[in-house]
């Protein structure tokens, strides 16, 4: 399987597309089950007209329906995405596809973030003046004719949508199911909506095997504000994860500490190994089952059917933060960084609806 082929199961996977068939029922909405998983056990929701339109950014949004279910509210909340970003973007990925170039996975996540239809955010429900948070989301898409990959086809579900509510089969949707349950169940006075777009990623510069004391300058990719990083120390690093287990875990990798000048926040900027770490692999049965914690705030990922990944929060001040490279099982020769930043291109914003 090639990795652009990877990469288009991805992108359907990032917009909620669903290329199975779909069972030709009546139009039914029940508290929790998405736009698929249709549940007789629970009464259907009653719908409630809203008709509501706003822009954001070059989006528009519509929230036609409300559903009122018996444990809670169900909106439906469709996304008219550019089309001309729609079709710039899917021009791409074919091009990729017949190129049969692969793709890192830093060109995949860049690809992702690039998806038009690729919209991830968090909304709240305002009912009397009372917050529901939405507790259950699903999302599929519509993506036109004149925009489909070739060989590709839409979802029957997402054709139902859109002939329900009547929105343009020529223009790109994401189309997203969202439940919110009750506090406790009531008639609907005032009803507003707050939706909280998600930050974006965006990569960064690379730079590899920094000495202490080197500076480092780059250019926020956002704002295009100059910064710089600066390595206080760079260091290899031998972890003990002995523990009573069958598998082995890799435990050679570099530690670095750092700072970033101007201020950046640790959830707006970080810095990460390009490399992946050794898989976890069968060990002789050992006796010594202590195992060490190097770090409070240190948590380790995975098992032994993937990587694992080492996550240290710990810093030395509000401007000095750590990193642990990949882990391997022979010290590593040598680690390529790369930059991560996250940032919210959209405010959040409450709309009223009732």
């Known amino acids: ?15 909620g597309r669903i290329f199975s068939a779909v069972k030709n029922t009546k139009r039914k909405v029940f508290y929790g089950s998405g736009f698929w998983n249709h549940s007789e056990k629970n009464k259907k929701g009653k719908e409630i007209h809203i008709n509501k339109s706003f822009a954001q950014k070059d989006e528009i949004w519509h ?17 008219e995405v550019n089309t001309q970003k729609l079709k710039t973007f899917t021009d791409k990925y074919e091009w990729l596809s017949a190129s049969g170039k692969d793709l890192s996975g830093e060109d995949e996540e860049r690809l992702l973030n690039e998806n038009p239809l690729n919209i991830d955010f968090n909304s709240s429900l305002v009912l009397n003046g009372k917050k529901l948070n939405m507790d259950y989301g699903s999302c599929t898409a519509w993506i036109p004719e004149s925009c489909l990959p070739e ?9 139902k949508i859109l002939s329900y509510y009547r929105l343009d089969k020529n223009k790109g949707w994401s189309l997203h199911r969202c439940s919110y349950p009750w506090q406790k ?5 005032s009803l507003s909506v707050q939706l909280k777009p998600s930050p974006t990623e965006f990569g960064g510069i690379h730079f590899k095997d920094p000495k202490a004391g080197e500076v480092i300058t780059f250019a926020h990719p956002v704002s295009g504000k100059q910064h710089k990083l600066t390595v206080e120390e760079n260091s290899p690093r031998t972890f003990d994860f002995s523990c009573d287990s069958e598998y082995e875990f890799p435990c050679e990798a570099f530690e670095i500490t750092y700072t970033a000048e101007p201020y950046l926040s640790p959830e707006n900027f970080y ?11 069968h060990k002789q049965p050992r006796d010594d089952s202590k195992q060490k914690e190097e770090y409070e705030s240190m948590g380790i990922i995975g098992g032994a059917d993937g990587p694992t990944e080492i996550f240290i929060s710990e810093n030395k001040n509000e401007n000095t933060r750590r990193a642990v490279s990949a882990l391997h099982f022979e010290p590593p020769r040598s680690v390529e960084w790369k930059m ?6 959209t405010e959040d914003k409450e709309i009223k609806l009732i």
């Open 185 to 189: 169940k009531e008639k609907i006075k």
């Open 63 to 79: 929230i036609p329906s409300v559903y009122y279910c018996s444990r809670g509210l169900t909106a439906d909340i469709c996304i």
């Open 151 to 159: 060989g590709e086809e839409n979802s029957p579900e997402a054709e």
């Open 1 to 15: 399987m090639t990795n652009t082929f990877k990469l288009f199961k991805r992108l359907k996977q990032a917009a």
């Open 340 to 345: 991560i930043f996250w940032e919210k291109l």
């Open 271 to 281: 810095i990460k190994d390009c490399a992946v770490s050794d898989k976890p692999r």
